[in-house]
């Protein structure tokens, strides 16, 4: 008998943040996420989640809610466990909305994982056979604030530093100079531009940031402008990651043409979830192209999926889960574990392993989709 669901509820859930997160893009006070939990007639149950950006995806809490009631409406009756139909019936509702996609795309391979047996990560053909550790962000400010900061998270025990930069390039070498003053030269440092510099000024900066131990640089320069992107690239003396111009598997195919780019950054919120994630990660190996797995302000049961992709591809070799720990709550049950510097570890039974507590969830609005 072919499974089918018969019940999915969405649910808007906004967490207050124990400090304001910046970036070049705007200020954020709240992770205004939305939860969704899919379930079928044979009694298994599957979580998602998403953090709608909109200024990335062009999505918010309020429209992810209302266009995921469209979407939920669709997938009633269907079977979970076929996923690439699952996401063509998503697609073939409304164009775009890849934040809330990912919240019901990661909903049904909980079910799928579950049905199988397998904890998500080998679900997805991956192993458990290295060490996750994430970043922890230094959220854009006044140089002396940002040092300080920096120190306060290498204090924590954290090994690695991502700092948000973009907004002025004379002002952005000076906040790294700062921070290089006060946590020292031997901390691997990231740097984020979010699409804030145009291409002189990325040049200028990355060319000015070359001594001081950078990994590499997350989308410098607007996305719309990747066409100008392999030249950032060819006179960078750091190396370039797509980030926000890499949304899904038919941009990551276009700037390998284009040889634009040195690493990928995978968000399950730009990809519409992890079926296209997986055709990005299969382009990339081909292409010799290492990655990162990010994502936006997903609480712990975002960032459990997110960390059992991580595991599927020994190309991907960073990751930035950070942001939970940000959260004034934690609604979550199971999921991934937080250890001594950043260390991350994946649950392993079955399925996603991480749920929401049904406390926290009869606080929310909701939107309940049954037959």
């Given at each position: 008998?072919?499974?089918?669901?018969?019940?999915?509820?969405?649910?808007k859930s906004?967490i207050?943040?124990k400090?304001?997160?910046?970036t070049?893009?705007?200020?954020h006070?709240?992770a205004?996420?939305?939860?969704i939990?899919?379930?079928?007639d044979?009694?298994l149950?599957?979580?998602?989640e998403c953090?709608?950006?909109?200024t990335?995806?062009g999505?918010?809490?309020?429209?992810?809610?209302v266009?995921?009631?469209?979407?939920?409406?669709a997938?009633?009756?269907?079977?979970?466990?076929?996923?690439?139909q699952?996401?063509r019936?998503l697609?073939?509702?409304i164009?775009?909305n890849?934040?809330?996609k990912s919240?019901?795309?990661?909903?049904?391979?909980?079910i799928?994982s579950?049905?199988?047996?397998l904890?998500?990560y080998?679900f997805?053909?991956?192993k458990?056979?290295r060490e996750l550790?994430?970043?922890?962000?230094?959220?854009?400010?006044?140089p002396?604030?940002?040092?300080?900061?920096?120190?306060?998270?290498?204090?924590?025990?954290?090994r690695?530093?991502?700092?948000?930069?973009?907004?002025?390039k004379e002002q952005?070498?000076?906040?790294?100079?700062k921070?290089?003053?006060?946590?020292?030269?031997a901390?691997?440092?990231?740097?984020?531009?979010?699409?804030?510099?145009?291409?002189?000024?990325?040049?200028y900066?990355l060319?000015?940031?070359?001594?001081?131990?950078i990994?590499?640089?997350?989308e410098p320069?607007?996305?719309?402008?990747?066409m100008?992107l392999p030249k950032?690239?060819?006179?960078?003396?750091?190396?370039v990651?797509a980030d926000?111009s890499c949304c899904?598997?038919?941009?990551?195919?276009?700037?390998?043409?284009?040889?634009?780019?040195?690493?990928?950054?995978?968000?399950?919120?730009?990809?519409?979830?992890?079926?296209?994630a997986r055709k990005?990660i299969h382009?990339?190996e081909q292409?010799?192209?290492?990655?990162?797995?990010?994502?936006?302000?997903?609480?712990?049961?975002?960032f459990t999926a997110?960390?059992?992709?991580?595991?599927?591809?020994?190309?991907?070799l960073?990751c930035?889960?950070?942001?939970?720990?940000?959260?004034?709550?934690?609604?979550v049950v199971?999921?991934?574990q937080?250890?001594k510097?950043?260390?991350?570890?994946?649950p392993n039974g079955?399925?996603?392993?991480a749920?929401?507590?049904?406390?926290y969830l009869?606080?929310l609005e909701?939107?309940v989709?049954?037959g």
């Amino acid at each position: 008998m072919v499974m089918k669901i018969n019940r999915l509820e969405i649910y808007k859930s906004p967490i207050r943040l124990k400090a304001p997160f910046v970036t070049s893009l705007g200020r954020h006070d709240f992770a205004e996420n939305i939860l969704i939990r899919i379930q079928t007639d044979s009694g298994l149950t599957g979580f998602g989640e998403c953090s709608p950006f909109r200024t990335i995806n062009g999505e918010s809490m309020d429209t992810a809610f209302v266009v995921g009631q469209y979407l939920a409406k669709a997938l009633l009756g269907t079977n979970p466990l076929e996923l690439e139909q699952g996401l063509r019936i998503l697609d073939a509702v409304i164009y775009g909305n890849s934040s809330i996609k990912s919240a019901f795309d990661m909903a049904l391979h909980d079910i799928a994982s579950q049905e199988a047996g397998l904890p998500l990560y080998k679900f997805l053909s991956g192993k458990e056979t290295r060490e996750l550790v994430t970043d922890y962000t230094v959220s854009m400010g006044e140089p002396g604030k940002m040092a300080k900061d920096a120190k306060e998270i290498v204090a924590l025990g954290f090994r690695i530093i991502k700092v948000k930069l973009g907004r002025n390039k004379e002002q952005d070498v000076e906040r790294i100079r700062k921070i290089r003053e006060a946590i020292g030269i031997a901390i691997p440092m990231r740097i984020d531009a979010n699409q804030g510099w145009d291409v002189d000024d990325a040049l200028y900066v990355l060319k000015a940031l070359q001594h001081f131990g950078i990994q590499y640089c997350e989308e410098p320069i607007a996305r719309w402008n990747y066409m100008e992107l392999p030249k950032v690239k060819k006179y960078s003396p750091i190396p370039v990651m797509a980030d926000e111009s890499c949304c899904d598997h038919h941009d990551a195919k276009r700037l390998i043409a284009l040889g634009a780019c040195d690493l990928f950054n995978l968000k399950l919120g730009k990809s519409s979830g992890l079926v296209n994630a997986r055709k990005i990660i299969h382009l990339a190996e081909q292409a010799g192209i290492d990655m990162q797995v990010g994502g936006f302000l997903e609480s712990r049961l975002g960032f459990t999926a997110s960390a059992h992709l991580a595991l599927s591809s020994p190309r991907i070799l960073y990751c930035d889960f950070d942001t939970p720990l940000m959260f004034k709550e934690d609604p979550v049950v199971g999921g991934i574990q937080y250890g001594k510097g950043g260390v991350v570890t994946v649950p392993n039974g079955i399925g996603l392993g991480a749920v929401v507590e049904e406390g926290y969830l009869k606080r929310l609005e909701k939107s309940v989709v049954s037959g």
